[in-house]
């Protein structure tokens, strides 16, 4: 079975400035994809961000950029100049490619504060 | 295009009454997904639904809880007797389904949040 694990409960970072969050997944499989969702107060969840495992390059989005790192197994997110729309909790994610079940495997989240 | 849509948003049953959450899938999306969200946790699957089939229910609790996605008509997550414990954000997501490929994004509904009295 699959696991995400996000190890920073909380993060904060000053308005305009880059912040990292972690994330670490364990698989056997070869083919999966990884995302990023992010869930502000009204609890809607957002994709932000996601990654074809086959690809190796990094997957971009405005601010939004990952480091991912296959044969460590590490898929980090980098939100550069932080706005203050971006406090919320941010949920890694795996799915596996196929085999008929496309379900997605959320990491516990990491609680990100952007200060002004 | 509407998003994924579910309702009601906020639902408060008491104990031993039934709970229905429907969601209506993203236009062209024919797969449904549901997900669980305890306080202070991560989403957690519960089924993975296409017209008319129950593709994996490997997440569902194997007593009171039934889903279904009909022909017509949205998605239903049906929770017969709820007890406390089923306090919870329920999520649906829905995909599309592209030729050539199994797998694509899903794109979440807003929740319904049920707490039980």
């Known amino acids: 079975a699959q696991t995400v694990t996000q190890s920073q409960p909380e993060m904060s970072v000053q308005e305009a400035e880059t912040v990292t969050l972690s994330c670490t997944y364990d698989?056997?499989?070869?083919?999966?994809?990884l995302f990023w969702y992010k869930q502000p107060p009204s609890r809607q969840m957002i994709l932000v961000i996601r990654?074809?495992?086959?690809?190796?390059q990094n997957a971009t989005e405005n601010r939004f950029s990952v480091n991912f790192q296959k044969a460590a197994k590490s898929f980090s997110l980098k939100i550069s100049d932080s706005q203050l729309g971006d406090t919320a909790m941010y949920f890694c994610?795996?799915?596996?490619?196929?085999?008929?079940?496309?379900?997605?495997?959320f990491g516990k989240g990491t609680k990100l504060t952007v200060n002004p | 295009n509407a998003g994924v849509m579910q309702n009601p948003r906020h639902l408060v049953r008491r104990r031993g009454q039934e709970a229905r959450l429907r969601c209506s899938p993203m236009?062209?999306?024919?797969?449904v997904y549901w997900y669980r969200q305890l306080p202070e946790e991560g989403l957690k699957f519960m089924v993975y639904?296409?017209?008319?089939?129950?593709?994996?229910e490997s997440g569902m609790p194997k007593e009171r809880f039934s889903a279904e996605f009909p022909k017509e008509g949205p998605s239903i997550l049906r929770i017969q007797q709820v007890v406390r414990g089923d306090s919870a954000a329920y999520f649906c997501?829905?995909?599309?389904?592209?030729?050539?490929?199994?797998?694509?994004?899903?794109?979440f509904g807003p929740g319904t949040r049920l707490t039980v009295l």
């Open positions: 997501a829905s995909s599309p389904r592209l030729a050539g490929t199994r797998t694509d994004t899903q794109y």
């Open positions: 698989t056997s499989e070869n083919n999966y994809y």
């Open positions: 990654q074809e495992a086959y690809k190796q």
């Open positions: 994610a795996f799915m596996k490619h196929g085999g008929g079940s496309e379900k997605l495997v």
């Open positions: 236009k062209g999306h024919s797969h």
């Open positions: 639904l296409q017209k008319e089939n129950i593709i994996d």
